[in-house]
């Protein structure tokens, strides 16, 4: 071998082993399993785009379908004529006279926490900021081992934040549904940060794709000069502005759900300022009058909204077949919406509709749904629907398909406890 050969092959087993050793790096390794993990989420939704997946609760032609939603929106698809009304239930609520609210507020010794770096760590993110306004100490990861013990699953939902609040640390958590701009001004201005869940659109990070995804934000300001709420936000910024239209557009994706934080020695205060939204089943009727008047005055996902929320609010109110005859219409509008605007991912976050159909004893279509639900993701990791689809085979009489789901949710989040019992009713005590 001549000299010039010795010096390339010497190069080429050099480069060799740099790269050998370069894997053998953590931070570079990671970076490249990121990538083929983002190569391969990229061709697996253009293979099968999950905005595709479409649930209908009945099976009907083209032109029965056309007939329906005639028969659901009148002439006219802008001004729909709403056939259900919802059943309210009288509950007597304290009387409060309000407080005039300043034209600005803020709150000021949250320790921002953003949830870059890991998987799915929004909420995580958002309640440790929360938190830490009142002196707890921890981090995201902290509250993420309990709420999120395994990457890949899709979501941790309010109850779990409270929950979460409520056992794990000495201060205390509420949500409630059917908030308004004006109690989360009345609580900034009263010095509690508010978490709330909504819907907005977001540039994938694995796929670039811009599409509708849940999102977590921490309320600490307000100015009603600008028009805006000052959040922080675990995934752009902290003190991050949002138009008060903007907040009161993405958070009805919620139904207009929200948590407070607070030491147990403030209960008062913050019963003061809940108001009216004191009592569960009244701040249902509140979310459900809501999305009621919506309904007429939205079009495309806004509408979707609205009846879902109004099936949601049903649901808690304990009209599981008002809220059931609700969700059907929701999922009757699903199709008609513009591809790029579908909100697949809404059965990730929100179980209000397996809920009103197991009720009713529709079990087959909460295992359609929650299938579909699953076929939005490459890793279908939502303990929630499998759950659902879990209890729906069992009350089928399907045991091994139930066992299944029910065992596949416990390794999306281990410990959950609804699928426990049923396994352990079911003869399991894992």
């Known amino acids: 071998m001549g000299k010039s050969a010795k010096i390339i092959l010497i190069i080429i087993i050099a480069v060799l082993l740099l790269c050998v050793s370069s894997i053998s790096i953590r931070p570079i390794r990671d970076r490249i399993a990121w990538q083929l993990e983002t190569w391969r989420t990229r061709i697996y939704y253009a293979i099968t785009p999950p905005e595709d997946v479409v649930f209908l609760p009945i099976e009907v032609t083209a032109a029965a379908y056309a007939t329906l939603q005639a028969e659901i929106f009148g002439s006219s698809a802008r001004t729909p004529t709403p056939f259900l009304q919802p059943t309210f239930i009288s509950t007597p609520v304290p009387d409060i006279s309000p407080t005039p609210l300043p034209a600005a507020a803020a709150i ?4 921002y926490q953003s949830q870059h770096g890991l998987w799915n760590y929004c909420a995580p993110a958002t309640l440790a900021m929360g938190l830490s306004y009142w002196g707890w100490v921890g981090d995201r990861t902290n509250i993420g081992q309990v709420v999120k013990p395994v990457e890949t699953d899709k979501n941790v939902m309010m109850t779990e934040l409270a929950d979460y609040v409520n056992t794990e640390t000495q201060f205390k958590a509420l949500y409630r549904y059917g908030g308004d701009l004006t109690l989360l001004k009345s609580f900034v201005a009263s010095g509690f940060p508010v978490v709330i869940e909504k819907g ?36 752009f910024a ?12 993405e ?21 003061q300022v809940l108001g009216v939204w004191q009592d569960v089943p009244a701040s249902a009727q509140i979310a459900a009058q809501a999305a009621y008047d919506e309904i007429s005055n939205t079009v495309e996902l806004d509408q979707f909204f609205a009846w879902y929320n109004l099936g949601s609010s049903m649901q808690l109110t304990g009209d599981s077949r008002g809220a059931a005859a609700a969700f059907d219409t929701a999922f009757q509008l699903y199709p008609s919406l513009p591809p790029e605007r579908r909100p ?26 929650a299938t579909a639900t699953l076929d939005t993701a490459r890793e279908p ?12 085979s ?9 066992r299944a789901d ?21 003869g399991n005590s894992n």
């Open 238 to 249: 902290a003190d991050y502005p949002i138009a008060y239209a903007l907040i009161e557009q």
């Open 251 to 271: 958070w009805s994706g919620f139904n207009n759900i929200f948590l407070v934080v607070y030491p147990p020695a403030e209960e008062a205060r913050v019963q």
């Open 406 to 426: 029910l065992e596949k949710s416990l390794e999306c989040h281990p410990g959950y406890r609804p699928s426990q019992q049923v396994l352990i009713q079911m």
């Open 344 to 369: 697949f991912r809404v059965l990730w976050y929100r179980d209000e509709a397996y809920q009103a159909y197991y009720t009713m004893a529709r079990y087959q279509q909460v295992i359609d749904l």
């Open 381 to 392: 990791c939502m303990e929630e629907s499998l759950y659902w689809r879990g209890v729906a």
């Open 394 to 402: 069992r009350a089928l009489g399907d045991i091994a398909a139930a």
């Open 200 to 235: 907005t659109f977001i540039h994938e990070t694995a796929t670039g794709r811009l599409s509708w995804m849940g999102h977590y934000n921490l309320i600490t300001g307000y100015d009603d000069n600008q028009q805006t709420f000052i959040v922080q936000d675990a995934y």
């Open 108 to 111: 000021s010794g949250v320790t």
